[in-house]
């Protein structure tokens, strides 16, 4: 295959349609784990300021990040939470065999903007989801409202110039599910502003 055809290939795998992890299924291996961790490190990173760290949550650990995701829902929206919202919330935990928390931790007394350091992080979000899928993973970027909660920040680990982005579900993917692509037709209609030429 040469260059050219690797390139269109490469591309082609960027917008194909990704799997998802099953929630029954099985989470990365430790080395392929270490593997999309140290890729996702790789992204654009001015002044080589590393501002972000990650959680890995598996096993029981998920059972932390179900209590911590409710408490930080009754935080959020007070005590008399449904059983169904209390229900769907834990059940966030449980989505797939590993999450990787995505930890902002920019150095606000750098030369480099912190919006800048936290633009960096999210990059590593979508690196994990691309580096995971590249090695036949399941691998979904999520989020939820109950991320800047006190019990859901103390999980993490947040310092007070800290900020959670959100995890990254990782696991094998069941038969025949992929997630949601960019919708059809022109997507960059009216995104584009063409300066010369």
């Given at each position: 295959?040469?260059?050219?055809?690797?390139?269109?290939?490469?591309?082609?795998?960027?917008?194909?349609?990704?799997?998802?992890?099953?929630?029954?299924?099985?989470?990365?291996?430790?080395a392929d784990l270490e593997r999309i961790l140290a890729a996702a490190t790789t992204v654009?990173?001015?002044?080589?300021?590393?501002?972000?760290?990650?959680?890995?949550?598996?096993?029981?650990?998920?059972?932390?990040?179900?209590?911590?995701?409710?408490?930080?829902?009754?935080?959020?929206?007070?005590?008399?939470?449904?059983?169904?919202?209390?229900?769907?919330?834990?059940?966030?935990?449980y989505a797939a065999p590993c999450a990787v928390l995505v930890v902002a931790s920019p150095?606000?007394?750098?030369?480099?903007?912190?919006?800048?350091?936290?633009?960096?992080?999210?990059?590593?979000?979508?690196?994990?989801?691309?580096?995971?899928?590249?090695?036949?993973y399941g691998a979904v970027w999520k989020s939820a409202a109950v991320l800047g909660t006190?019990?859901?920040?103390?999980?993490?680990?947040?310092?007070?110039?800290?900020?959670?982005?959100?995890?990254?579900?990782?696991?094998?993917?069941?038969?025949?599910?992929?997630?949601?692509?960019?919708?059809?037709?022109?997507?960059?209609?009216?995104?584009?502003?063409?300066?010369?030429?």
């Open positions: 295959m040469s260059g050219p055809e690797r390139g269109t290939a490469f591309v082609e795998r960027l917008t194909a349609r990704r799997p998802v992890p099953d929630p029954g299924g099985a989470a990365p291996s430790p654009p990173d001015h002044g080589r300021l590393r501002p972000w760290r990650f959680v890995v949550v598996e096993g029981a650990g998920r059972d932390r990040l179900a209590r911590a995701l409710v408490a930080g829902l009754t935080e959020l929206r007070g005590p008399d939470q449904s059983g169904a919202a209390v229900a769907k919330m834990d059940k966030k935990a150095d606000p007394g750098a030369s480099v903007a912190v919006w800048e350091q936290v633009a960096s992080a999210a990059c590593t979000a979508y690196a994990l989801v691309l580096a995971a899928t590249g090695l036949g006190g019990p859901v920040r103390e999980l993490a680990g947040c310092g007070p110039d800290e900020q959670l982005l959100g995890w990254v579900y990782l696991g094998t993917p069941p038969a025949g599910r992929t997630a949601r692509r960019a919708p059809a037709g022109d997507p960059l209609e009216g995104r584009v502003t063409r300066l010369g030429g």
